[in-house]
């Protein structure tokens, strides 16, 4: 899960012609295909396995709320220290606050989530996000909804059902059997949710600054994590952070550096390469929490998890080679 997300397409930045876009940088065409692909793949490193480091800190006492809201809260600042004018066209462009709100929601939700579940099954929840994307375009955007969406939808909601499936539940069980029956799982679908409305304004704003926009996505990180954590934490659903403690600063500020390079590499990545490849590639996030959460204990790849997988990265497949919007 990218914060910055892709800026064009429902899944990717189209940058229209690799090789063009590479020569107006000055990018060798022998490394159009390689080095922005090795960078975003390096972005979908440090997403899919920041669930660990997320761990460690709430070990450490850290609530992944809190520690999500300092992170993008560090993170805003060095946008804005390198782009100050970007505070004003945030402030000014009120349809940018609902990028605010949905990039927001997006993270909370996904960090808790990784924190708390089995990282499989939400990464796999949360990876539902084309199939909202196919919805969202068509209200928001007015995009057709063709057979081939129907397909993406139908996919992605039989390998969500398969996997929320409850293994005690009879093949006969009322609808309400394959609902989230978690937090965590509920956490994965909305995070999926959002990040594709995130998606769909980053495509109806693209003619925005680039500085808003992505000032936009960090500062709703920070935002809704707090709001999230402060109500939480007093009620009494969410401990307080803990006093200041190398255990927990380094590691948190080494999580602010790879996020803001993620977002570089992705940034660098996206522009270089067609909007199939970069979505592609990106899915190979679901791979490196898939196989680092199994590795280490936190997750558990079952037959019917597998199957539901499965259809949920096929439909995801299926959007990412599409042709274009419209077919």
Known sequence: MSVAGPPQDANAPSGGSAAATAASVGVPNKQVGVLPALALVGNAFVWGTAWWPFRHLQGEGLHALWATAIIFTLASVVIVAARPGSVRQLLTTPALWLLVVA???TNASFNWAVTIGDVVRVVLLFYLMPRWTVLLARLMLGERLTPAGWLRIALGLAGAIVVLWPAEAAPGAS???WLPGSL????GVIGGFSFAFNNVMLRREAHRP?????????MGGAIVAAVLAIGLT???QVAAPPAPATAWLLPLAALTLLFLGGNLALQYGAARLPANRTSVVMLTEVLFASASAIALGAGTL???LALGGGLIVAGALLAATRP???H
């Open 234 to 236: 007093a009620t009494g």
């Open 103 to 105: 990039a927001g929601v």
């Open 302 to 304: 079952t037959p019917s």
């Open 210 to 218: 680039e500085g808003a926009r992505a000032l936009a996505m960090f």
């Open 184 to 187: 965590a799982d509920w956490l």
């Open 324 to 326: 274009g919007p419209g």
């Open 175 to 177: 609808p309400g059997a």
